[in-house]
């Protein structure tokens, strides 16, 4: 069964710092990998995917992830961040043609002045 | 284009009484998911359905929670006899029949009383 771990609970970071949030997954084949945004009271919106090619992915609002196969890993990373970047993140893995996706449990981001 | 549509956007019951979450999917798109976030938790697959079809129910609670996609209206989430631990966010998907993403609704919350 496929899985998705999201190490980070919770991160804080100073406005204008880097940011990475950590994602693993478990997963037989080639993933469908993707990084959601949730704002509180809010639907998700995607930021980013990674289907196959390039293994550097850029999103939305200065995103951008790395799919790294032989650590199983999809982090998220922004150079600088900005106070309205605070929401909680969520990666998720999803089959070919199979449907449902798997989500991490999420990290919450605190972008402190 | 209009994005995925969820109504109502937040539903209070008394425990017994019934739920019914509406999901209408982009336009162009036949594929329908549904999620069911707890409170401090991340988004757990519940059903995946197609026009007239369950797909994969394998994430419903065996009683109480049923779901539907008919040829014509929105897909219907229904919660039988409501309990307090149904209090959650319901969010649903749609994809075209690529499936290879899914764009949410902003979600249902239900507030079991």
């Known amino acids: 069964a496929q899985s998705v771990t999201q190490p980070d609970i919770h991160i804080t970071v100073s406005e204008g710092a880097s940011l990475e949030l950590r994602c693993n997954y478990s997963?037989?084949?080639?993933?469908?990998l993707f990084w959601y945004v949730q704002s509180p009271g809010q639907g998700l919106q995607l930021l980013l995917k990674?289907?196959?090619?390039?293994?550097l992915v850029q999103g939305i609002k200065g995103f951008e992830a790395e799919f790294k196969r032989s650590q199983s890993s999809f982090n998220l990373r922004k150079p600088s961040v900005h106070w309205s970047d605070a929401a909680e993140y969520f990666c998720?893995?999803?089959?070919?043609?199979?449907?449902?996706?798997?989500f991490g449990d999420g990290t919450t981001l605190t972008v402190k002045p | 284009n209009a994005g995925v549509m969820q109504n109502p956007r937040h539903l209070v019951r008394r425990r017994g009484q019934e739920a019914r979450l509406r999901c209408s999917p982009m336009?162009?798109?036949?594929?329908v998911y549904w999620y069911r976030q707890l409170p401090e938790e991340g988004l757990k697959f519940m059903v995946y359905?197609?026009?007239?079809?369950?797909?994969?129910e394998s994430g419903m609670p065996k009683e109480r929670f049923s779901a539907e996609f008919p040829k014509e209206g929105p897909s219907i989430l229904r919660i039988q006899q409501v309990v307090r631990g149904d209090s959650a966010a319901y969010f649903c998907?749609?994809?075209?029949?690529?499936?290879?993403?899914?764009?949410f609704g902003p979600g249902t919350r239900l507030l079991v009383l």
């Open positions: 998907a749609s994809s075209d029949n690529s499936q290879e993403t899914q764009y």
């Open positions: 997963y037989g084949a080639t993933p469908y």
């Open positions: 990674y289907f196959s090619g390039d293994t």
């Open positions: 998720a893995v999803g089959y070919t043609n199979a449907g449902k996706s798997t």
């Open positions: 336009k162009g798109h036949s594929h």
């Open positions: 359905l197609q026009k007239e079809n369950i797909i994969d």
